[in-house]
């Protein structure tokens, strides 16, 4: 189901035009990231996708900015009812306001990405840091490991790790975090060591250790800020793709269920009567959509600003 | 190559048991009543219960119930679902109808994404590319779960252009949209992919001494360029291969289809343990075998990589 691997991999689009930043020597000289910002502030791209995340963001932290309705109130009489003033999107089955599904539901899915991605971005931070700061026979032997992990499709192991961490009792939001967490955080750790060792041979790290450094310190306090963009733009991507995850593992029954409030779960449910309603299935399907879609912009917007060879 | 070979089966050796000991431990070890977890929400009577720890040899420690499970997987032996069907039954009905859904879907991605991808490669930055690539990020955003009911809902229902639902033998037509769905997965990485390495084929100086030579320019591109640009598009197919298993399961769910992936739906939704484990067991090990073929293929077509 994620994506990260190829969104990474892939190409640029051609719509993050070239910047035209060499005008001149008269300029002071500008370092990475302020070149990186002046990038960032010309495409249209990263300013749709910021604004869309803000957006999602203050959605779940503040929903009741949104409606006065209450998600958790439903009368069978009003079932697939139509739009009306008081419900834009109609009802659904249950008779259910969707707008306001709709938008209580963006808190699950941001809280479930977030979580899920910074645990995952632990895991690989370790585990990317050790295998390209080390080498030798830890890397060697870490590489198997990813190795295994990357064998192993992550929807189809979700399923079965989320179905066993889940008791029927719970609704399923740790179960489903602790299995998003474990399971994606392979491209970061192949990220992480890569620029790890791309940052290690270099001359700031070699007088650092000179200057009597110990492990720790050259990692945290030399290597990792130099290393980090990268990192920082799959994990960016990765939420998006995490989000995405939560909603077919939800879908499909092991993810978040009960009376949470979810667009997985809305649209496992509209799906069953989209005959009768499609609005309670098209209406939260749109918002994941473009949820993800924020995020995954968001990454490649940032990746194409820092990345040095697209210049 | 003999040299690659032999460690590239190695390697792929090591990640089958890797993988297949992860998947088995995640479903059995360390749980208080691995049975009634098994069973779901629905309770056990008594001799059922003593059936399947035999069956499953709870009884034993957990290496040896490895053991067992590796030597079943190894024989053919996938164990036997809550509905007492033997899973390898299930699976040669649910894999002819799958490999027909896959093969659609292949065909439908690889139309697409070679053409749309040369077409960009060449005119990088014209209008056609740009348009290209705002589409394939948003088909790259695009979730399965959102995809397929829509795609069920515009097509199928309101438009009535295809079937909405297939029937318990489908027939071409009846899998042209959800094979359209699945291809959909894939097409977004395959453009992009195939779209770099026509621009950085383009670049090199085989084209351009085909070029100096006289060559006409639909030889250049349809011979020379195409060729060596589709290398890298094999790989993709393995790596691709974990989307589309995990999308078969939502796509056949929604459209009806009863392929593996509709068996593996439904047996997580009607909590059919033993269904589940040994049906993501198959696929994982497909998943492992294809991509060690495509990788050895990868090193028959292109000798820079058996030298890495």
């Known amino acids: ?311 | 190559m003999f040299r690659y070979f032999v460690r590239r089966v190695l390697q792929g050796v090591l990640t089958f048991f890797g993988a297949t000991f992860i998947v088995y431990a995640l479903m059995f070890a360390n749980q208080t009543d691995p049975l009634q977890a098994l069973a779901g929400e629905r309770p056990l009577p008594d001799n059922v219960r003593q059936a399947l720890t035999e069956r499953y040899h709870l009884d034993d420690p957990f290496i040896v119930q490895y053991g067992h499970y590796m030597r079943g997987l190894l024989t053919g032996d996938f164990g036997v679902s809550l509905t007492n069907r033997k899973i390898s039954e299930m699976m040669s009905q649910a894999w002819p109808v799958t490999i027909r859904l896959a093969v659609l879907a292949m065909i439908i991605a690889v139309m697409i994404s070679v053409t749309a991808g040369i077409i960009s490669g060449i005119r990088r930055g014209g209008p056609f590319d740009t348009v290209t690539l705002v589409i394939t990020l948003i088909l790259l955003a695009l979730p399965i779960v959102v995809l397929a009911p829509l795609a069920q809902l515009l097509f199928g229902i309101q438009l009535k252009w295809f079937p909405a639902t297939a029937g318990a033998d489908p027939g071409l037509f009846q899998l042209i949209l959800p094979a359209a769905v699945l291809a959909s997965l894939v097409i977004a990485t395959e453009i992009r992919v195939t779209r770099a390495s026509v621009a950085e084929n383009l670049r090199a100086d085989y084209v351009r001494t085909a070029r100096a030579k006289g060559l006409s320019k639909r030889r250049v591109i349809g011979i020379h360029v195409l060729r060596n640009s589709l290398i890298p598009v094999v790989t993709l197919i393995g790596l691709d291969l974990g989307n589309l298993m995990a999308g078969a399961i939502v796509t056949e769910g929604v459209f009806n289809i009863p392929g593996v992936g509709f068996n593996l739906f439904r047996g997580i939704r009607t909590e059919d343990g033993p269904l589940v484990v040994g049906f993501v067991s198959i696929l994982v090990i497909v998943f492992i075998v294809v991509n060690l073929v495509v990788d050895l293929l990868y090193a028959v077509l292109d000798p820079r990589i058996r030298y890495e």
Not at chain 1, 274 to 295: D, I
């Open chain 1, 1 to 311: 189901m994620s994506n990260v691997e190829s969104v990474t991999q892939a190409e640029t689009p051609a719509a993050a035009t070239a910047p035209n930043g060499g005008d001149g020597g008269a300029e002071k000289p500008r370092s990475l990231a302020s070149d990186a910002w002046r990038d960032l502030r010309r495409n249209w791209i990263f300013w749709v996708a910021a604004v869309l995340v803000v957006l999602v963001v203050v959605m779940a932290a503040f929903p009741g900015l949104f409606t006065s309705a209450d998600p958790s109130f439903c009368q069978l009489s009003r079932q697939h009812a139509g739009p009306s003033g008081s419900a834009i999107f109609g009802y659904d089955f249950q008779g259910c306001d969707v707008y306001a599904r709709t938008i209580y539901g963006a808190r699950n899915s941001v809280a479930i990405g977030l979580l899920a991605t910074l645990m995952s971005g632990a895991i690989s931070l370790v585990i990317g840091m050790a295998a390209g700061y080390f080498g030798g026979w830890v890397d060697a032997l870490l590489a198997r490991g990813i190795d295994i992990v990357l064998g192993i499709p992550t929807l189809l192991a979700a399923i079965v790790l989320a179905r066993r961490l889940s008791d029927s009792e719970d609704s399923g939001f740790l179960p489903v975090v602790l299995t998003l967490g474990v399971l994606t955080w392979t491209t970061g750790a192949r990220i992480m060591r890569s620029s790890v060792i791309a940052a290690k041979s270099q001359d700031y790290v070699a007088a650092a250790r000179m200057l009597g450094a110990g492990h720790a310190r050259l990692m945290f306090r030399h290597i990792l800020p130099n290393a980090a963009a990268p990192f920082v733009v799959v994990l960016t991507i990765l939420l998006g793709a995490n989000i995405a995850t939560e909603a077919t593992l939800t879908f499909l029954g092991v993810g978040l269920r009960g009376d949470e409030i979810s667009w997985g779960i809305d649209i496992s449910q509209a799906s069953q009567f989209v005959r009768e309603a499609p609005a309670p299935l098209v209406w939260p399907a749109l918002f994941l959509a473009a949820t993800v879609l924020a995020f995954i912009m968001l990454g490649d917007a940032i990746r194409d600003a820092f990345d040095p060879r697209l210049r």
